[in-house]
């Protein structure tokens, strides 16, 4: 089939760059949530490693923010925004060099149609964002490699060893893309194991992850050990695993989902169109072994729908490479229709949020707002002014000392507190509490000063996140006071409230969450 280049060339630039100005709208409109907040903690204090993640994503957040000297929403984001811009360029290289430009072009339109690629890693500051970059980059350099052996230059295996590499330091996934090709080659490429330039681009990929386990060593393993508890159980539960597969048929956008089962149960077809049964058995090899690896797990764990979300990266240039040749027209009807799903699931949470908001978790007083997700994305800068007017008024009447921090015992929302209201107030934020709950911020105090006896500290609780404040920290204070309930509404509908609590003359100290060397 003969197909004009260019005009898809076209087509991927208007792609991209209407989701471009898409994601900038939502950056500006949509506050950042638990997760964003928290990942913002790896950028204020880098390290090699962090409590529950690589540090990929800290790093991000340096370069997009320009060295921690902007801060916004828009600039915590913007990394992920040019991560999937990047990864959606190099998934149309992919689908050219397998078939042709029209089917990369397709491949390209699925992944940003993804709500999990095109939002959740695509717009939301998370691990998975750079991951999916070099995750998408490392499948294009082993494509290229099969179908093109002629042109793969002796740098690109090491390129290849440092995508993959880089893959891991944003999150552990990138193991599968060694497991991946390492399967491929066993099972289809043998020779290649008397390939020299192989075990260097594995050298470099274990280079990348000597700051991850040096910094586990230093710390007791304590990542392993907090993720190793997550998948400790032994008991089948089919409900979790039936809530795996919802949520990621939902993640992916069901379309987008079922048009790339479709092609997954054609594959012979696939074969015979693009005359190389080896690359399509790398492609699954790059996506089925992590995907059914994430369905075990929730068989017998609670996992989360993304997990198995760069899985699908491999599945949709096949599903490119299928539907390419089966649709007479440039875009088939499943994508047209998924588009439509695209923007009622995205622009459908704007509306709630801004235009015809709805309380859609728990109404009662004392936990207003509990598992509303509007929630997690809206409020936070509208507190943070009432909150700044309290604290000034508190001075000038004398009611809390000067430079009174702000205690948290939970990352959520703890991430919050610390990027809206102690940041720009230019207070501590100080954590008290485990350590499994506080994450990060157990390290963050290292570089406080922390508390002392007889200083005033505040305490905000809002109210879809529950605490029993008082009895919390009375043990460590005079007097723990309510100051004041402040609350959030949006067009006349109060979504939550937030308490404040004054927590008066320290008394004792709390003990350091981490060892003191």
Same mark, same amino acid.
């Given at each position: 089939?003969?197909?004009?280049?260019?005009?898809?060339?076209?087509?991927?630039?208007?792609?991209?760059?209407?989701?471009?100005?898409?994601?900038?709208?939502?950056?500006?409109?949509?506050?950042?949530?638990?997760?964003?907040?928290?990942?913002?903690?790896?950028?204020?204090?880098?390290?090699?490693?962090?409590?529950?993640?690589?540090?990929?994503?800290?790093?991000?957040?340096?370069?997009?923010?320009?060295?921690?000297?902007?801060?916004?929403?828009?600039?915590?984001?913007?990394?992920?925004?040019?991560?999937?811009?990047?990864?959606?360029?190099?998934?149309?290289?992919?689908?050219?060099?397998?078939?042709?430009?029209?089917?990369?072009?397709?491949?390209?339109?699925?992944?940003?149609?993804?709500?999990?690629?095109?939002?959740?890693?695509?717009?939301?500051?998370?691990?998975?964002?750079?991951?999916?970059?070099?995750?998408?980059?490392?499948?294009?350099?082993?494509?290229?490699?099969?179908?093109?052996?002629?042109?793969?230059?002796?740098?690109?295996?090491?390129?290849?060893?440092?995508?993959?590499?880089?893959?891991?330091?944003?999150?552990?996934?990138?193991?599968?893309?060694?497991?991946?090709?390492?399967?491929?080659?066993?099972?289809?490429?043998?020779?290649?194991?008397?390939?020299?330039?192989?075990?260097?681009?594995?050298?470099?990929?274990?280079?990348?992850? +000597?700051?991850?386990?040096?910094?586990?060593?230093?710390?007791?393993?304590?990542?392993?050990?907090?993720?190793?508890?997550?998948?400790?159980?032994?008991?089948?539960?089919?409900?979790?695993?039936?809530?795996?597969?919802?949520?990621?048929?939902?993640?992916?956008?069901?379309?987008?989902?079922?048009?790339?089962?479709?092609?997954?149960?054609?594959?012979?077809?696939?074969?015979?169109?693009?005359?190389?049964?080896?690359?399509?058995?790398?492609?699954?090899?790059?996506?089925?072994?992590?995907?059914?690896?994430?369905?075990?797990?929730?068989?017998?764990?609670?996992?989360?729908?993304?997990?198995?979300?760069?899985?699908?990266?491999?599945?949709?240039?096949?599903?490119?490479?299928?539907?390419?040749?089966?649709?007479?027209?440039?875009?088939?009807?499943?994508?047209?229709?998924?588009?439509?799903?695209?923007?009622?699931?995205?622009?459908?949470?704007?509306?709630?949020?801004?235009?015809?908001?709805?309380?859609?978790?728990?109404?009662?007083?004392?936990?207003?707002?509990?598992?509303?997700?509007?929630?997690?994305?809206?409020?936070?800068?509208?507190?943070?002014?009432?909150?700044?007017?309290?604290?000034?008024?508190?001075?000038?009447?004398?009611?809390?000392?000067?430079?009174?921090?702000?205690?948290?015992?939970?990352?959520?929302?703890?991430?919050?507190?610390?990027?809206? +209201?102690?940041?720009?107030?230019?207070?501590?934020?100080?954590?008290?509490?485990?350590?499994?709950?506080?994450?990060?911020?157990?390290?963050?105090?290292?570089?406080?000063?922390?508390?002392?006896?007889?200083?005033?500290?505040?305490?905000?609780?809002?109210?879809?996140?529950?605490?029993?404040?008082?009895?919390?920290?009375?043990?460590?204070?005079?007097?723990?006071?309510?100051?004041?309930?402040?609350? +959030?509404?949006?067009?006349?509908?109060?979504?939550?409230?937030?308490?404040?609590?004054?927590?008066?003359?320290?008394?004792?100290?709390?003990?350091?969450?981490?060892?003191?060397?």
């Amino acid at each position: 089939m003969q197909v004009n280049n260019t005009t898809y060339q076209q087509r991927l630039w208007w792609l991209l760059g209407i989701s471009i100005i898409v994601k900038i709208i939502l950056a500006n409109l949509l506050e950042l949530g638990n997760d964003e907040v928290y990942y913002y903690t790896y950028a204020l204090q880098p390290d090699w490693n962090h409590f529950d993640h690589p540090p990929m994503v800290g790093w991000m957040i340096r370069l997009s923010t320009l060295n921690l000297t902007w801060l916004s929403d828009l600039s915590l984001r913007l990394g992920s925004i040019i991560c999937s811009f990047l990864a959606s360029i190099l998934i149309f290289e992919t689908g050219a060099i397998i078939k042709n430009e029209r089917a990369g072009f397709i491949a390209a339109l699925f992944y940003n149609l993804s709500i999990y690629t095109s939002i959740i890693a695509g717009l939301f500051v998370l691990p998975d964002s750079p991951q999916l970059l070099f995750f998408t980059a490392s499948i294009y350099l082993m494509v290229k490699w099969v179908v093109q052996p002629g042109l793969f230059k002796k740098a690109e295996w090491i390129l290849l060893g440092l995508c993959i590499g880089m893959a891991t330091l944003s999150k552990v996934h990138g193991l599968f893309l060694w497991a991946g090709f390492g399967a491929f080659l066993i099972f289809h490429q043998s020779k290649t194991f008397k390939q020299p330039l192989l075990y260097i681009a594995g050298i470099i990929s274990l280079l990348c992850l +000597i700051p991850i386990v040096y910094w586990n060593i230093q710390n007791d393993f304590i990542t392993y050990t907090f993720h190793s508890k997550r998948v400790a159980h032994t008991n089948i539960h089919l409900d979790t695993f039936l809530q795996q597969v919802l949520g990621e048929f939902l993640y992916q956008n069901p379309l987008v989902y079922i048009a790339s089962i479709i092609a997954l149960f054609h594959i012979q077809p696939i074969k015979q169109w693009v005359r190389q049964d080896k690359v399509v058995a790398l492609l699954l090899w790059l996506s089925l072994p992590l995907i059914c690896t994430f369905w075990a797990l929730s068989l017998l764990n609670p996992t989360l729908p993304h997990w198995t979300g760069p899985g699908f990266i491999a599945l949709f240039i096949l599903a490119g490479v299928y539907w390419s040749e089966k649709s007479k027209h440039l875009i088939p009807v499943i994508t047209q229709w998924a588009i439509g799903l695209f923007g009622f699931i995205v622009f459908g949470f704007i509306m709630l949020v801004y235009i015809f908001p709805k309380q859609l978790g728990s109404t009662q007083e004392a936990n207003l707002g509990e598992y509303n997700p509007i929630n997690d994305v809206t409020g936070w800068k509208t507190f943070s002014d009432s909150f700044e007017s309290l604290v000034r008024e508190d001075i000038q009447l004398g009611k809390m000392r000067l430079n009174a921090p702000i205690l948290t015992h939970k990352w959520f929302p703890g991430g919050h507190l610390l990027f809206y +209201i102690a940041t720009p107030l230019k207070k501590e934020l100080i954590g008290v509490g485990d350590l499994e709950d506080l994450h990060k911020f157990a390290w963050l105090n290292k570089t406080l000063k922390g508390l002392s006896l007889g200083m005033d500290a505040y305490c905000i609780e809002p109210s879809n996140l529950p605490d029993n404040t008082v009895a919390r920290y009375s043990p460590y204070f005079e007097k723990v006071a309510l100051a004041s309930i402040i609350p +959030i509404k949006t067009r006349g509908l109060e979504l939550r409230y937030f308490k404040v609590y004054r927590l008066l003359n320290c008394k004792q100290i709390p003990a350091p969450v981490l060892p003191v060397h």
